[in-house]
């Protein structure tokens, strides 16, 4: 009998694929909730100036609250 060998695959989905390290995302729901966002690997400490326009019409104070690792579906 042969022993199974496990091996790990990262399935990468053709839409996500140009998305960097460095990059931030927000998804929302079907009713405009925010539902997600993601963020750079390294998070600067101020984020750019259109991101933090995004966070004061979301009404997020601090992106770390994000700094979860998120599975996507």
């Known amino acids: ?20 390290d460095e990059d931030y995302g927000f998804v929302f729901d079907s009713d405009g909730n925010l539902k997600y966002a993601f963020i750079p690997v390294t998070l600067p400490d101020k984020p750019p100036k259109n991101i933090q326009k995004i966070m004061k019409i979301l009404g997020v104070i601090d992106l770390q609250q994000f700094d979860d690792d998120i599975t996507l579906h």
Do not use: F, G, L, W
Not at 5 to 20: M, N, S
């Open 1 to 20: 009998m042969s022993k199974r060998a496990e091996v790990e695959i990262e399935e990468t989905d053709p839409e996500y694929q140009d998305i960097e």
